[in-house]
């Protein structure tokens, strides 16, 4: 089972984003920003990472800096999602591999789509996994 973390300061995002998911089918765990996603991170790999940007702590590039660090060769493919959208967010989300930038309010249909699409591309002989 393709399995997804999703990281958000926002409970309600968090299960709004955590039930379409598993709605689609995916496997599902969440955390409250990005220190406690790379503690879950270290010990469990993801296929596919949805965070936001702005959050305590250890917001959502600081994370995905730290994932590229600690993660090479089995870095997730990264959603970032974010609600204030600005031209270093994007560019960064642009330059950095694996990654794609959704501004909130993001569509979940939309987000679940893009998610299949993604998986599909870079596994094409498991395009018939959720």
Not at 30 to 38: I, K, M, P, Q, V
Not at 68 to 82: I, N, Q, Y
């Amino acid at each position: 089972m393709i399995s997804v973390m999703v990281v958000d300061d926002e409970p309600t995002t968090r299960r709004v984003v955590r039930l379409a998911l598993e709605n689609a089918g995916y496997e599902v765990a969440t955390a409250g920003d990005g220190a406690e996603a790379l503690k879950i991170l270290r010990d469990r790999r993801f296929d596919v990472l949805v965070t936001d940007l702005n959050m305590p702590r250890m917001d959502g590039r600081e994370l995905c800096t730290a994932i590229a660090a600690e993660c090479a060769g089995h870095e997730p493919l990264v959603f970032v999602l974010t609600a204030r959208p600005g031209e270093g967010h994007r560019t960064w989300a642009r330059d950095i591999e694996n990654v794609e930038f959704l501004e909130k309010p993001a569509s979940l249909r939309h987000l679940v789509a893009r998610i299949a699409a993604r998986l599909a591309d870079a596994n094409p002989e498991d395009s018939n996994r959720p």
